[in-house]
């Protein structure tokens, strides 16, 4: 049986806390609100019990951001898209935030196990002068397990209307990308970081952002910070396992998270245990 879940979540700022209300349908929920940092930042957790994604399941998410909220959400674990019969598993996340709102998007790595067919649709709208952080983490199987990643396809959609589009449809009977050394070179892991703001960044800030991110990929081949828009920076690395680009992730977000909001690291309880 096909899982069809839908999940959604208002943040709107009530004095000076950020106020989550949320509804949803089927087996995607969200924990109960934390506030690790003080009432300004709400932390979430999402859950989807059944465990992972098999095809013909979908997952739909939805946020909306009201001025002068903060929200991160993460994830318990990694979100596993399993073999399909021929059937698409789809996960699709779609966020409009207002006003002055901030969004820190950090879910888990997902793992395309083999044979799926699965599709990670991530669509952010900012308006206004709202900003974000978030990171895209995608392992193509578990070669460390033994289940190395030999039939299927996963589709990445990421949007930021008007600001930035990267989409990329991936076979893995397609070992040109997959094992080219102009491609992925045999890694099976690939990380996506980016900070995004609705209006140009300063200057100053921008070029922080990137030094930042040059820093930390100094001695990574596969790693590398660009501006495609002077709105956006992005970190693009390969890895051969999910541990070191998450590292290397959360080091990134730590110091974007200082340099832009003058808020030091606060990172969720999920990713100690």
Known sequence: ?????????????????????????????????????????????????????????????????????????TTPGATRFYRSLGETALQRVQATLQGDARLEWMPLE??????????????????????????????????????PWRRGSFLQHLELPGLWLERGHIEAADTRLLDSPLGWAGRRVLGTLWFASAQPLPAALREALLEAGRALCEGEPRAGVTSPSPRVVVLRMLAERVEPAQRLMQQLWARWREAAWQLPACAPRVWRT
């Open 110 to 147: 997902a793992i395309a196990h083999d044979a799926c067919r699965a599709e990670n649709r991530q669509r952010f709208e900012l308006r206004d002068a709202a900003q974000m952080i978030g990171w895209d983490l995608i392992a193509l199987g578990l070669p460390a397990a033994n289940d």
């Open 1 to 73: 049986m096909a899982w069809h879940a839908e999940l959604s979540i208002r943040y709107f700022r009530d004095n000076e806390r950020t106020v989550a209300l949320d509804r949803h349908e089927g087996p995607l929920r969200v924990l109960q609100r934390l506030y690790p940092e003080g009432p300004r930042v709400c932390h979430h957790v999402l859950v989807h019990p059944p465990g992972g994604v098999a095809g013909g399941d979908e997952l739909h998410l939805s946020l909306q951001l009201e001025p002068g909220s903060h929200a991160l959400l």
